[in-house]
């Protein structure tokens, strides 16, 4: 096989993987092709523009490291990651959606009891969470574990000034009482800008995009017999909740914080000075009917199950 043009030379592609063995990394690998191929014919891209494109993927290859990840950020700017997460986890009735994992999640993070205060040094108002979390038919999960992740009240991460604050803050794991219950004491995150010192970076501005993502609590939250919940809760009239810079935001995750006057707090705490509440009830996704999903899709939820980065 000879003299290919701009079209024939995808077909002779192809045809050099026809025996491949493995049926998914065939399927894979000629979808790769066909799209790869129709991109390039769409767009002609000079030399020089090529040349941009390889230089920009070696630069955020090189961005990485076991702190920073460049391909999942661009992945999630590119709106993939809230695409894989539609596939992995479509909709169910009565089960809590889904969103974005995001970079900033640790592994085993500190642990605390219900009710204690997650803040640490981190500044900010002070904000009481607290909910439940259930099965669709109601049964409430005793002992689920809830791991929590947020911004402060300035909007950076404890990891992107653990000096400053002297260790973590904003982030820790607690089990949930007899009754599937949890509480805890934290600060009011705000919202705040993905990391833009990168490649991605380079990529928002040329686009003319805001790098910023709307306030919101990450929790993972894991129980027996139930699939693994990722998701936040967003915080109703954020000024960034319609333009998320990586598309993570759905009705069901939005609730008002609510700005509570000083007083007795819902836990008997006697505040001196206003702080917010919110409360959020999860429900999580019987095993039984994820595993309506493909081995294919299980195999990338497994994946991405221990993907955990922290940005410099
Ligand atoms: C986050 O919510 O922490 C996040 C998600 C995607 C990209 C960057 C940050
Ligand atoms: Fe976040």
Redesign the pocket.
Same mark, same amino acid.
């Given at each position: 096989m000879r003299n290919f043009d701009e079209n024939s030379i995808t077909e002779a592609v192809l045809q050099r993987f026809a025996d491949c063995p493995d049926p998914r990394v065939k399927e894979i690998s000629g979808a790769l092709v066909r799209h790869l191929h129709d991109f390039v014919r769409e767009i002609q891209p000079t030399e020089e523009e090529w040349a941009y494109a390889i230089d920009f993927l070696t630069r955020a290859g090189q961005k990485c490291d076991d702190k920073r990840q460049e391909f999942i950020?661009m992945s999630?700017v590119l709106g993939v990651s809230m695409l894989i997460d539609a596939i992995n986890h479509p909709p169910m009735e009565a089960v809590t959606e889904s969103t *974005?994992f !995001?970079?900033?999640h640790v592994n085993n993070p500190p642990k605390f009891e219900l009710g204690d205060n997650l803040a640490g040094a981190m500044q900010g108002d002070p904000m009481y969470v607290e909910g439940t979390i259930s099965s669709p038919g109601g049964a409430r999960l005793a002992g689920a574990e809830v791991d929590i992740w947020h911004s402060d009240g300035i909007g950076n991460y404890d990891v992107q000034q653990l000096d400053k604050l002297g260790g973590f803050g904003g982030r820790g794991v607690m089990k949930t009482d007899a009754e599937g219950r949890f509480r805890f004491w934290t600060i009011r995150p705000v919202y705040y800008p *993905?990391p833009t010192d990168g490649p991605v970076g380079e990529l928002l501005r040329a686009q003319g995009r805001h790098p910023f993502?709307p306030a &919101?609590l &990450?929790f993972m939250l894991s129980a027996p017999g139930h699939e693994r919940l990722v998701t936040h809760i967003f915080a109703e009239g954020d000024k960034y909740i319609d333009s998320d810079a *990586?598309f !993570?935001v759905k009705d069901s995750l939005i609730r008002t914080y609510v700005l509570k006057p000083a007083g007795t707090a819902p836990d008997g705490r006697k505040m001196d000075k206003p702080y917010y509440y919110v409360d959020y009830d999860f429900v999580l996704r019987p095993l039984a009917a994820s595993r309506q999903a493909s081995s294919a899709r299980n195999r990338t939820d497994a994946a991405s199950a221990s993907i955990s980065y922290i940005p410099k």
């Open positions: 950020l999630d *974005v !995001g970079p900033f *993905v993502r &919101h &990450h *990586v !993570g």
